[in-house]
Structures are given as structure tokens and as C-alpha cells.
């Protein structure tokens, strides 16, 4: 966890771990594409080429279903959808070589060292970074406003043919009043556990928050919960105190205080 604004680190472990990332891929998908200045009202196409065939996961957006490249975003952003995130890559300018490239070239920028993409769903392990890592994804990424608006959207609402596709945020916290979250993403898939990240006001100051690999389905809220609570009691007087209980001993949670 650190504060944004003055990059003091707060809390940390294990930060320089390296790690699956899962779909906090997206994060980066979304960036390139933002940055890219493509038209968000062009329409997009699923294809067969879209279809998850490394951990043969569902999706409702059938082939052949047409939605605009903003539609794709906010739908990859929000509800981590797997078929958007891949139609947005595939249709990158070059195709999807280009588009992995670009992706590691834009991490290799911000100084990620320890970060590498192979595809920009998430769904392949080999797409691997560290919290440290992340934490500066998280702070570039905040600084767009519309990768800020599509990741902390509530729900969306998508007319695929005759029918009106409903979709909901992964992160229930977004509707949460005693959070001010201004981004982020979760992110699963067996070889990352479950993860999530956050840029959140608490008590003034604007946290980037790092949750790869928590141990169980309903961890990563309640780490974050938890590590929200600390910080309200104890990190905006300056004061050492308690640290976290209840955070578990595993992954890259954090749970160490370094300053503050």
C-alpha cells in the first residue's frame, strides 16, 4: 500500500514477488488501448479467434455478436470479461503481436521491471508481475479518467440481437458508501488466487492498494476492509500502531509496516 501522492510506502511484504496477475491484465489492456486514441464508437466484431481455449471459460457475448470498442472496454474493465479484453486486442492496429508488444513496451516505460504479458485477458499464467510492479500500473492507470469511470461503474447494460445483457462490477466494494474508490480490478484464475487492486481515498489520502494472490474467494474485500480500518486509526497521525489482524500469512499481502 502506498500514498500516491508523496509515494511513501505504508505497508508492505513480499513485494518484488513475482507472480500470475490474472485478469489484472486488463488494467494494461485497458491503457493501451485508452492511449491509443482508437474510436470508441467503431464496432467490433467477436470471433472465433476470442474464444478462451486456455481455460475454456464461458462468456455471454457469443460469436458474432457486434458491440462497439467502448462497449468492449467498459465490459473488460468492469465485469472482466474475457472475449471483450481479447476482441480488443485482436483488433489493435498491427493485430494481436502488436498489441502484446505495445503492452510490454508500455510496462518496460513505466519502469515494471518484473512484468511480462503474453496475451491481454489474463487468462494465461504467463502473464506475471509483482505488487511493487503493479502498484505503478495503478498509479498511471488512476491518472485516466476513462479507465476510472469503466472500472468502478456499478453495472452496465449491453443490446446483443433481441436481448439486453445485464452486467455487474467483480468488485462489490464500488457500491460500498464508506469507500471513495476512484479505480480498480480484480482478477482470478487458480494459478494467481485471487487478486485485486485499488486506487481509494481513506481519511484524505489517496492509496494505491496491492492484493495479489489472496487465499480465499472473499479475502482480498476483507483484507482490503481490514487494512482500510488501519489506516483510519492509525496512519494519518503519524502514529505506529497495530498493525492489520487477521490478514493471512501467504501470497503478497500486505501486512508489514514500513512507514507511517
Not at 467483480?170 to 494459478?191: A, F, H
Request: proline share 4%; hydrophobic share 35%; charged share 20%.
Amino acid at each position: 500500500m502506498i500514498d500516491q501522492d508523496t509515494s511513501e510506502v505504508l505497508l508492505s511484504k513480499n513485494d518484488s514477488a513475482v507472480l500470475p496477475i490474472a485478469s489484472l491484465t486488463k488494467l494494461m489492456t485497458g491503457l493501451i488501448i485508452s492511449e491509443a486514441r482508437l474510436p470508441m464508437d467503431e464496432a467490433v466484431t467477436i470471433t472465433e479467434d476470442d474464444v478462451d481455449t486456455e481455460k475454456g471459460s464461458s462468456s455471454r457475448l457469443k460469436v458474432g455478436t457486434t458491440l462497439t470498442r467502448g462497449e468492449l472496454m467498459h465490459l473488460a474493465l468492469m465485469s472482466s470479461e474475457n472475449r471483450a479484453a481479447h476482441a480488443l486486442g485482436r483488433t489493435y492496429p498491427g493485430g494481436m503481436n502488436a498489441f502484446v508488444e505495445a503492452m510490454n513496451a508500455r510496462a518496460q516505460l513505466l519502469g515494471m521491471r518484473d512484468t511480462r504479458y503474453v496475451e491481454p485477458t489474463g487468462l494465461s499464467s504467463r502473464n506475471q508481475s509483482s505488487a511493487k510492479d503493479l502498484a505503478r500500473l495503478v498509479s498511471t492507470a488512476s491518472n485516466d479518467s476513462m479507465l476510472r469511470e469503466l472500472s468502478t461503474s456499478h453495472g452496465y447494460e449491453v443490446a446483443v440481437g433481441n436481448r439486453t445483457l445485464q452486467y455487474r462490477n467483480t468488485n462489490r466494494l464500488v457500491k460500498n458508501p464508506e469507500w471513495e474508490i476512484g479505480l480498480q480490478k480484480t482478477g482470478y484464475i487458480s494459478e494467481a488466487g485471487q487478486c485485486l487492486v485499488m486506487q481509494a481515498k481513506v481519511s484524505g489520502r489517496k492509496l494505491i492498494m496491492v492484493f495479489p494472490d489472496s487465499a480465499g474467494k472473499l479475502s482480498r474485500i476483507g483484507d482490503a476492509e481490514r487494512v482500510r480500518k488501519w489506516v483510519e486509526t492509525h496512519v494519518p497521525g503519524g502514529m505506529p500502531g497495530a498493525l492489520p489482524t487477521g490478514l493471512p500469512n501467504g501470497g503478497n499481502t500486505v501486512i508489514r509496516q514500513v512507514n507511517g
